[in-house]
Structures are given as C-alpha cells and as structure tokens.
C-alpha cells in the first residue's frame, strides 16, 4: 500500500489533480491508518480483559438472577387487572425506582437544552383581525366533541335513578346519546372500570338515528351497569 501510494504521488499528473492538503493527507495516510488499528487492538484488550473479569468474579450470574426475578416480576404484573382504578391506587411495599443515566453529567440532566439555531428570533405577539367567516367548519367541528364529564354525571344520576342493572342498549333508550360511538365506548369503560362483567360472547343491539334522518344498528356487548357499583370510583 505505502509503494502504491508513492507512486501515485511520484505521478506528474498528481499536482494537477490533487491539491497540497490532499497530497499530504496521503503520504500520511500509512500511519494514521496503523494508529488508528492499534487505538481498536487496545479497545478490544480491555473489552476482553473486563469479560474475563466479570466472569470470573461471578457478577454474571449475579446480573442473571436479577435478570430472571425481573422477569418473574414483570409476568406478575402482566396477570393484574389494570383497567381497575382500586388495583392501580392499591398501595405496594415498593420503592420508587430511578433509572441510572451515567452516561451524562449531572448538570447535563438539570440543564435546559439550548437550539442549535443562535438567532435571535422575536416573539410576535401583536394582534391580528380574522373574518370567522373564512374559518373552515372542521375548526367548529371540533368544539361539538363529547364532554365526558358530563356524560359520566348524567348515567350516574339515571342509574340512581333506576336502582338495577342497566344494559348499553337499555341505556342508549334512556339517555339517547349525541356522539354514538364515544358514548359506548364511555360506558364500557366505565363497566371495566367498576370490575362489571363485559361479555363479548353475547350481543345486543342498539338502533339510533342521526341528524339527517338515518337509522344506525349498534352490535354491543353484553353488559350491565349499577350505580352501586359506579359510586363509589374516582372518576378521572
């Protein structure tokens, strides 16, 4: 390599073709090249010596064991029921735990992380005039969304009211629903979050109508709510 390299620089052609840094970035190019394989023989020295070391003080299987009861923990967790809020608040002889970030200063942590960009860029805060005309009907759209809290009120005070077991098609009778889908989906949760029993093996339907007149048939699961058991969660 290092004859090649002479006799593309003894070359007439190679003062044309390459200037003086690239000439010299190749009379050189040999020995960074040896440099550099010697800094990854000493990495890979110190890498194998700090294997030999960890095997033979026993952390691996120290590290194995933790690795195995984590495994046992997490497939634990993984059998609770966490649609439950009394399981999720339920109070465990746990401690907090941080995950070590080493890699980076402690200040670096705390810091706030400066953009890239260093020009100064003003905040515009001045007022500008818009016709709500020119306003696309998806921005008012978007106001007419279900208010769940409300929702939550309203079938809490109607199934006080009724004092027994109300099914999702029952229900949408009752309180005739003005966003279909998110007020099931709603109800549902709220059975899963109480631990009611939400059976997707047997069907109901539910037959609505929409603004313009059309009739939508709803394929639900059997379920059935009772405010006793609604009461008493924190609904979030």
């Known amino acids: 390599m290092s004859e090649r390299l002479r006799v593309i620089l003894s070359h007439p052609s ?10 010299h970035d190749l009379r050189w190019l040999v020995k960074r090249l040896v440099d550099e394989s010697q800094t990854v023989l000493q990495a890979r020295a110190r890498s194998e010596r700090d294997v030999r070391g960890f095997m033979k003080t026993g952390l691996a299987a120290e590290h194995h064991r933790v690795g195995h009861l984590l495994n046992e923990f997490l497939n634990l967790a993984l059998k609770l029921d966490w649609q439950r809020q009394m399981i999720r608040k339920q109070e465990v002889p746990l401690p907090a735990v941080g995950v ?31 016709d709500l005309t020119q306003i696309g009907d998806d921005f008012w759209d978007a106001f007419n969304g279900l208010d769940r809290e409300a ?14 077991p109300v099914g999702l098609a029952e229900l949408a009778a009752l309180l005739p629903p003005a966003h279909d889908l998110e007020t099931f989906a709603v109800w549902i949760g709220m ?24 009739r939508w048939r709803f394929n639900l699961p059997t379920t059935g709510l009772e405010s006793q058991a609604l009461m008493d969660i924190d609904w979030e």
């Open 14 to 23: 190679a003062s044309n073709a390459l200037n003086r840094l690239q000439r």
């Open 100 to 130: 070590a970030v080493t890699g980076v200063p402690a200040i670096e942590r705390l810091r706030f992380k400066e953009v890239d960009d260093e020009a100064e860029q003003t905040l515009d805060l001045s007022n500008h005039a818009t």
């Open 151 to 164: 929702l939550i009120q309203q079938t809490l005070q109607l199934l006080a009211k009724e004092n027994r």
């Open 191 to 214: 059975a899963r979050e109480a631990g009611i029993e939400v059976i997707d093996s047997q069907r109901e339907f539910a037959e609505l109508s929409d603004g313009e007149g059309r």
